[in-house]
């Protein structure tokens, strides 16, 4: 069954080649044809049994498809335009000879326009087979069957369409110029038109072009603001290699030598201590931000390879976080300096400030240290920056041609 | 297709919420002249840590690739910022829900104690983490290749069928 299926199938890509054939057959208005039924009958049947061996011979899994049209076969008295259903088995060797003709014909139909009624008549036939198509899929039933029945629904359906001949003339003709544009555009000498539309083509491929691939894009957004980004991280790192140096030295002028005068820099320091440490969180911050950019700290085996090879970035980035832990641990001394003033007594019990500063400064020195190392390797290799070097490849690679089909299938 | 207009604002918007939270985060212990002033400026911080997370998560859902379906491979590329994300919010809340509870009667009296000081350390370390993850992430999220089709699409698509 599947091969009579596959034949079927075969058959009804069969109908739209008669279109043509019957062009050259006397048009006939669908009444009429019942008129002249007793004359043709004869004929057609014979033709139409020759046509049958034709199938036969050509394709034996039509037979599947013939009984079921030989059941009807009571009804075929009413086999008027059956003949031209099945002419084109006929016709289609004569066709490919005469292709050229016939394309010629249609455009001379295209040139006459709707003035003449036989190619009117004929543009009615040829909506026939469409129908015809239509409800072979809906129906699924054998092609004979369908023939039959087919072409007794037109006969009966077709007369108020000669009353609009001038409105149906134009809709029947746009049908084979469309085909012929598509299949064989060069045959028409439609090259202008085509030749017209393939630069419309290209002209929108270009705009497509120019629309995806604007002057700014998203990723231009994306390194301007990381390399604003990265300029801004490099005020950062001097000024905080700055500000921490000046930091620590006014600390240790304050606390003079082996920090004997302690109460001397509480006295003097406690109102700088808590801006100091907060500048110093914010600039620790933007520096390790923008050294982990360089470092491109997210792609741990590359960030770990370059912390064992010793890469500059990497140990600069490493100075930098540890830096601003250190920092942060020392935020509760920072506010005990800071409220020195307020709580003198409670906070800080006589004897215990040396205790108590000691760490504090000695801490703020490695900082101060290891902001200044770090800024050092950061300025050594200034222009090292994995971020941006994957920013730069942020674009578009756009897809094969032949991709770009399979997807549109 | 992402336009670049509107990528432009929300990156502008994105930079300017981390801006605003490393302000607080820096400056917020010199604020505290009223307890007033730190809760309205930490709610402020923990809302726009929350917008912030909310706009990744809408640029990421914008994306040509999660919608194609490689939900897994935007999460793979991106699941340290969403960690961290979660991890700093809840860091932030806390620490600022602890410190603003200690100081809403007396705000510049001493309330530091070893807990606090751990606590204060992890969140001020997790938000840079957070704030070069997010700030890394906002920039891929131009990535081109994230909004259309592309052979490095495609590529992505077969690897993981």
């Not at chain 1, 930091?247 to 082996?258: E, F, K, R, S, T």
């Not at chain 1, 400064?361 to 390797?377: E, K, P, Q, R, S």
């Not at chain 1, 290799?381 to 770009?404: A, C, I, R, V």
Request: neutral net charge; contains cysteine.
């Amino acid at each position: 069954m599947d091969s009579g299926d596959s034949k079927t199938m075969r058959l009804r890509e069969l109908p739209p080649l008669p279109q043509r054939g019957q062009r050259a057959l006397p048009t006939l208005p669908s009444q009429d044809t019942s008129g002249q039924l007793p004359a043709s009958k004869h004929k057609k049947k014979r033709v139409r049994k020759e046509t049958n061996m034709v199938d036969d011979m050509d394709d034996p899994g039509m037979e599947m498809g013939g009984p079921a049209s030989r059941r009807v076969s009571g009804i075929r008295q009413q086999l008027t335009l059956e003949p031209m259903s099945d002419a084109p088995p006929q016709r289609r060797k004569k066709k490919k000879k005469t292709a050229t003709i016939d394309l010629e014909d249609d455009q001379a139909d295209l040139v006459n326009g709707d003035a003449a009624d036989q190619t009117n008549d004929g543009e009615e036939v040829v909506k026939k087979p469409r129908k015809k198509k239509k409800s072979n899929v809906i129906e699924s039933q054998p092609l004979d069957e369908l023939d039959l029945e087919e072409d007794d629904i037109a006969t009966d359906a077709l007369p108020p369409i000669p009353q609009h001949s001038l409105f149906s003339a134009p809709q029947g003709q746009s049908l084979p110029v469309r085909k012929v544009f598509v299949e064989r555009n060069k045959h028409f000498h439609a090259t202008e038109r085509t030749d017209r539309r393939q630069t419309s083509d290209q002209r929108d491929n270009m705009t497509d072009f120019q629309h995806t691939q604007p002057l700014w894009t998203t990723r231009d957004v994306s390194v301007s603001v990381h390399t604003g980004f990265r300029v801004l991280g490099l005020y950062c790192h001097g000024f905080l290699a700055g500000f921490s140096a000046w930091n620590i030295v006014v600390v240790y002028m304050l606390a003079g030598q082996h920090l004997t005068t302690l109460s001397n820099l509480l006295e003097q320091y406690h109102s700088l201590a808590y801006p100091s440490q907060s500048l110093l969180y914010m600039l620790l911050a933007i520096s390790t931000v923008a050294t982990f950019d360089r470092v491109n700290l997210a792609k741990s085996t590359m960030a770990l390879r370059e912390f064992i090879t010793l890469e500059p970035m990497a140990l600069a980035s490493f100075l930098y976080f540890s830096a601003l832990v250190l920092c942060l641990s020392q935020q509760m001394t920072s506010d005990r300096i800071n409220l020195y003033s307020s709580f003198n007594t409670t906070l800080w019990p006589p004897g215990l400030e040396h205790q108590l500063l000691h760490p504090w400064v000695t801490v703020n020195l490695v900082v101060a240290l290891f902001v200044g190392l770090a800024w050092i390797f950061v300025v050594i290799h200034p222009e090292t920056d994995y971020t941006e070097g994957y920013l730069m490849t942020m674009e578009t690679e756009p897809p094969k041609p032949e991709d770009k089909l399979e997807m549109a299938a | 297709m992402l336009q670049t207009g509107n990528y432009s604002l929300v990156l502008l918007v994105q930079l300017t919420l981390l801006a605003y939270d490393l302000f607080v985060n820096s400056f917020s212990e010199l604020l505290r002249g009223a307890p007033v002033i730190q809760l309205v400026l930490f709610i402020i911080q923990d809302i726009a840590i929350l917008f912030n997370i909310i706009i990744i998560l809408l640029m990421l859902f914008n994306t040509y690739v999660f919608q194609v379906g490689l939900v897994s491979r935007l999460l793979q590329k991106f699941r340290a910022l969403l960690i961290f994300s979660a991890l700093y919010l809840t860091l932030s809340i806390c620490f600022h829900c602890w410190v603003v509870n200690l100081r809403w009667l007396q705000s510049n009296h001493f309330v530091w104690t070893d807990g606090l000081q751990a606590l204060f350390v992890f969140q001020r370390t997790a938000a840079v983490l957070y704030y070069y993850l997010y700030k890394r992430t906002a920039e891929f999220m131009g990535d081109p290749r994230l909004y259309e089709d592309s052979q490095w699409l495609r590529d992505a698509f077969a690897r993981a069928h």
